[in-house]
């Protein structure tokens, strides 16, 4: 198998596709900072096209005079195409302006935040790894009824949206039992309900990952030497299956972050866990453009780093893409 | 193929119905008033308590409105908004794969550039931020969502196409001189229609979600007009008085989604068409 030309290889893992003689790693990066731009461009023209924003930074009460002081304030007199490269240059320079209501550096607000999305995502990995492993095990290798079991278990998962479990949650432990708090952020507890609600998901997806890619490898030659050579079905499992399925895992995993993050959008609202997310839609519903700008950009450049490093991880994982792809 | 994986796809594929008949006929069943207020009647439970209300027998909600016509009328919303961008995401999806899987060169590397872009942003955050200034009446809702959905469809018809377009057969036709137009439309189109059909049901339950999520966050539909999503938000409010109240469209949008995402499952193995979810995913790996 690992004496196999490229082709093969290739064939086992992703289709081969032609690319520009760029590194995999730097043609991934270009290809999400493109994203970025063309996402922040977006921003930038739905906010400018959609009404004045003067009008709104000023409120029903402002007089013309203020509000020709408040265009010629943030550029607005200015041409489109001047504000918006303007609006490119403050982005490179990392001056997203300041929040319209607490008068704080827009940035540095959505910063002061990101460790707490980045402690809910890391943990909600973390469950999906630890947890969906032995789901997808006991999917692709335990008897019928534990299988079917599990089956139902994990298409349930899959089907109940993270709010609706996060309010089942909140009904369960908060509301009946009292043990959990509802809401809030900073204490290991407030951690718990989210990262179920969020890792619901993520759970069934590995598990189901995990459990395929158990199933393809079953007939593999390295498989029935092991077996042949009086390895333990456990040995097997654990010390061979696994490992193989592991890239695959890992690097559906890496894709699965962009989603994770919407739903921690939703999840941190619900339990007022003061992340990204929250201050995202809190500054949404209080129009607080500047704040929307900076946490879009922020979120952004958190997923193209995961992307970085998980695509790393997973050729560091996986010596066969290595080889093969690079 | 065998007895109960059909039993599966008959199952979602009824209850999936009953649910979108029930939703788009059942309010003009009920008595005219069933929506209304009815502030003397507020937070009654459902029909198993000795304190229900007649003709609520789902309770009623913090204005003393019916929640069975609630629900029902929120589930109208929510399925036009899930059908209805399902529908045009599968109809772009299937448009740009097939011809780009068909024709290869630029126009393929574009569209798949743009796939992988998309698929890697959380597409809930570009929502939240566009329907943050745009608003978010039904229509922009449903383009908005289309716009969600539009990867999978793509990316599935584009291999089915490439595929095809390689076969002897078509090879041949090419060469006795049909134009693409036509071999798109007598060979590579009913090839991609069973598996369009399959990536649909996971789409409408993908986006019904989505939509859910926005109306949750307040930012879809907006409340007096009622969606799962916004229904179930006025209900963690009262989760300690009314539970009924988040627990009517919550069943409703994981029934839904668990019936979508059956009838799919049920229609691949049926017609053996690939993993379509799996595929998805492997694929935007590289």
Redesign the interface.
Known sequence: MTGAPPAAAAAGGAPARRRLRLGPVAATALRLVLTLLGLLTLLFFLVRLSGDPAAVLAGPSATPEQLEEIRTGLGLDEPLLAQYVAFLGDVVRLDFGTSVFSGEDALSSVLSVLPATLLLVLSTVLTSVVVGIPCGVVLARAGRLARGGMGAAMTLAQAVPSFVLGVGLIFVFAVQLGWLPAFGSGTPATLVMPTIALAAFAVARTARMVAAELEQGEGHDYLRTAYAKGASSRRVLWRHALPNAMPAVASALVVEVSYLLSGAVVVEVLFAYNGIGKRLVDAIFARDYPVVQAAVFVIGVFVIVVNLVGDALVRALDPRTARGLA | MSRPRDLGLWLSLGTLAAITLACFLGPALLPDDAGQQALSERLRPPFWSPDALAGSPLGTDAFGRDMLSRTLEGGRVSLEVGFGAATGAVLIGTLLGVLAGFWGGWLDKLVM?LA??W????????A???????GSDLPVLIALLTLGGWVLPTRVTRTIAQRVRSEDYVVAAAGAGAGDGYLMRRHVLPQVLPVVLVVWSFTV?ALV?IE??LS????GVKPPTPSW?NI?SD??LY??TA?WI?AWP?TM??LT??CA??LGNGLRRRWAAPDVT?QG??????
């Open positions: 550039a992988d872009v698929l890697a942003f959380p597409f809930l955050v570009i939240l931020a566009t329907v943050a200034v745009v339950g979600v859910g999520a949750f966050l307040g930012l999503g179930m209900g963690t989760l300690e539970w988040a919550a949008i994981v989604v668990v995402n059956g799996r995913a492997k694929e935007a790996v590289r």
